[in-house]
């Protein structure tokens, strides 16, 4: 294709085209695998909000009951979307930032198969009853050890990638991208070590569980943030030189906030202030990144009427700027003594691991699949029918365990109250937020039929994306 | 004071993952990498292709 600027911005087509060959299997099938978890966790989710409406439902089937679904919830969106699919999309962005096509691509594939085996073994043991009962790290060592080097092979790959790099200067993505493959996989096997006990346990247990968010799932979401918005729109981040201190600021704050879950609890007061102070100085990097991404985007406002991508993107965003100011504010004491052991937290959890990373994985993969499947969506409608149903259903469930858990703290606050009509006062709250399951759900059933229908190539005959 | 010996191991990997971190940003600042520019900011068109 010739284009008004001459052949210049088609020089780069054989290396991309030959980048997204390459990247293609690996990526597929981390996405593939991820939504194959992402159902699965939906399901056992709804199940287990279900069980607050109807208590006695399915209760009689051990495998089935609270205790075990939560759990398993957990770790199924966790450890099997949100680490599979994000591990698919920064193999895939690695590549286009560093110029180089994906290297070492058989331990991807090995990495891939060894991910979903620990996944099956260590959700099969929490719903049979294994569990190791440590919030986060509920998994037996076996699956550890399967899903570790997963995450090594992985880690191997980018960094061979990251080693052959065509370009000089390493993008602000690429930070958080290296520092999420050499941190995390420390962080996960040193927790999971079976050499502590007591406070000491409990002090590492949420050490881990608030940094497998710091130096895994929050990289991985800024990283895919700070190439799409850009690149999307079409113009340079606001203030590059800013979001750099961003990173570093992140780098050095973020891994000291674990004990703020256990502000009130046995441990040293001032590992518990420290841990405050840390979270609130999180407000730095937040800020650097909030600003930069709202001053980039503005203007172009208009373009999340027609890229779809953009828009989840673009809500993810926006939900990483509200959930951290949201839990700088949490780690406080006086804030924590109305809402801590509420709905409330579990509603700053979902806007999260949900309306920021979810919805920044759901963008992120809108724009990679058709380029390295080389077909297009074949549907438009039903992205939007996907975005709508996601967006609707995250801001009813967050806005429910939010309000409904604030008035249970202020509830649970007042000594003359009998905790039986505590109970009572959530249930409508928990009832919406069933609801909001179910239209997540919905959302996340088109989303699976509509990658299968890219890759069985449904829809009329293409070339695919970036194709001339 | 008795430590436990976890915590021993403990801070061993905090350090260690504190020099990595540490190695990092003293490279990055020499090689020019964190030089007060936004120039890097437009190496994510150096691909460039239709945005949609």
Redesign the interface.
């Known amino acids: 294709v010739s284009t008004a600027l001459g052949d210049q911005?088609d020089s780069?087509?054989p290396?991309?085209r030959q980048?997204d060959e390459q990247a293609a299997l690996p990526v597929l099938l981390y996405f593939g695998t991820g939504i194959l978890w992402l159902l699965a966790g939906t399901v056992l989710g709804v199940g287990a909000s279900l069980k607050f409406n109807a208590p006695d439902w399915l209760g009689s089937i051990p495998a089935l009951t609270f205790g075990r679904i939560r759990p398993a919830h957990l770790n199924a969106v966790m450890y099997g979307w949100g680490s599979l699919a994000g591990a698919g999309c920064l193999v895939w962005l690695t590549s286009?930032?560093c110029?180089v096509p994906v290297q070492w691509r058989a331990c991807l594939i090995a990495s891939v198969a060894l991910w979903n085996a620990g996944m099956v073994y260590g959700v099969g043991s929490i719903l049979l009853g294994y569990s190791t009962g440590v919030e986060w790290l509920e998994f037996p060592l076996a699956a550890v050890a399967l899903i570790a080097l997963a995450f090594l092979l992985y880690a191997a790959s980018i960094l061979r990638t990251f080693s052959l790099r065509k370009?000089d200067?390493?993008?602000?993505s690429l930070w958080y991208i290296?520092?999420s493959v050499?941190?995390f996989p420390?962080l996960y096997v040193?927790a999971n070590?079976p050499?502590?006990?007591g406070v000491?346990h409990g002090v590492?247990n949420w050490w881990y569980a608030h940094n497998a968010l710091a130096v895994w799932f929050t990289p991985v979401g800024l990283a895919l943030a700070y190439?799409f918005i850009?690149?999307?729109?079409?113009r340079?981040?606001y203030?590059?030189?800013l979001?750099?201190l961003g990173f570093?600021t992140f780098?050095l704050f973020y891994?000291w906030n674990g004990v703020h879950h256990l502000v009130g609890g046995p441990v040293p007061n001032w590992l518990q202030t420290i841990s405050i102070i840390a979270s609130v100085m999180m407000v730095i990097p937040v800020l650097t990144v909030a600003v930069n991404h709202h001053l980039t985007t503005v203007g172009n406002f208009g373009m999340l009427r027609?890229?779809l991508?953009l828009r989840f993107i673009v809500f993810g965003a926006m939900s990483y700027t509200a959930v951290s100011f949201q839990g700088s504010m949490e780690s406080l004491r006086s804030v924590q003594e109305t809402l801590h052991f509420t709905h409330y937290t579990i509603g700053h959890a979902h806007l999260g691991v949900y309306a920021f990373l979810t919805m920044m994985l759901f963008g992120a993969m809108y724009y990679i699949t058709p380029r390295v499947a080389r077909w297009d969506w074949p549907r438009p409608g039903w992205i939007s029918a996907h975005f709508w149903l996601t967006a609707a259903g995250i801001l009813i469930y967050v806005g429910a365990t939010c309000w409904g858990g604030f008035l249970q703290g202020r509830a649970l606050n007042n000594a003359a109250k009998p905790f039986t009509d505590v109970v009572e006062l959530t249930r409508p709250y928990l009832m919406l937020r069933t609801v909001s399951g179910v239209l997540i759900g919905a959302g996340h059933l088109i989303f699976a039929a509509l990658f299968a229908q890219v890759l069985r190539r449904m829809g009329p005959p293409q070339e695919g994306?970036?194709t001339p | 004071m008795n430590i436990?010996?976890?915590?021993l191991?403990?801070i061993a990997?905090a350090l260690?993952?504190a020099a990595?971190?540490l190695a990092?940003?003293v490279w990055?600042v020499r090689d020019g990498?964190?030089d007060?520019?936004?120039?890097?900011?437009?190496?994510?068109?150096?691909?460039?292709?239709?945005?949609?």
Request: glycine letters at 6%; proline letters at 9%; aromatic letters at 12%.
């Open positions: 911005p780069l087509l290396l991309r980048m286009r930032l110029l370009v200067h390493v993008y602000v290296l520092a050499v941190w420390l040193v070590l050499i502590y006990s000491v590492v190439y850009p690149k999307i729109i079409g340079p981040i203030s590059y030189y979001s750099l570093w780098a891994n027609t890229s991508a994306i970036g | 436990p010996p976890a915590v191991v403990l990997v260690a993952g990595v971190a990092a940003f990055a990498q964190l007060p520019t936004n120039a890097g900011g437009s190496v994510i068109f150096k691909d460039d292709e239709e945005p949609r």
